[in-house]
């Protein structure tokens, strides 16, 4: 059974930075995409970005630039390096997983994932 799990959230201020983790258990495609999606509450669901098994990465535009996406596969995890947080990135923000590959046009649109996490809730402060 595949299962992905967050770490990391908190509440920090504008300006600062966080580092989200997720842990991969019991996934074993040799193709894949894996990344993270954000959500408000009353809005709709958003890609962040993602990264595939060869290491190919996407952003959404709110987060090119200043977040960083990355995996280490020999700890079978993944990261979200987040700079320069604005209130606007406010969200719970949730680990996700594709089975063959990114479909970033529905990651894009909150959708395309497989496997989800249950969340964790970052705040940024003014």
């Known amino acids: 059974q595949v299962q992905v799990e967050e770490s990391g959230g908190g509440s920090v201020l504008a300006g600062e930075s966080l580092r989200l983790s997720c842990t991969v258990s019991?996934?074993?495609?040799?193709?894949?995409?894996m990344g993270w999606f954000r959500q408000v509450p009353g809005k709709q669901r958003e890609g962040v970005a993602a990264?595939?098994?060869?290491?190919?990465?996407y952003y959404s535009g709110s987060a090119k630039g200043r977040f960083t996406i990355s995996q280490d596969k020999a700890k079978n995890t993944l990261y979200l390096q987040m700079n320069y947080l604005k209130p606007g990135d406010t969200a719970t923000y949730y680990c996700?997983?594709?089975?063959?590959?990114?479909?970033?046009?529905?990651?894009?649109?909150?959708?395309?994932?497989?496997?989800w996490g249950k969340g964790t809730l970052v705040t940024i402060s003014d």
């Open positions: 019991g996934y074993t495609y040799r193709n894949y995409c």
């Open positions: 996700a997983a594709e089975k063959f590959g990114c479909s970033w046009y529905l990651w894009e649109q909150g959708d395309g994932a497989d496997v």
């Open positions: 990264i595939d098994n060869n290491d190919m990465t």
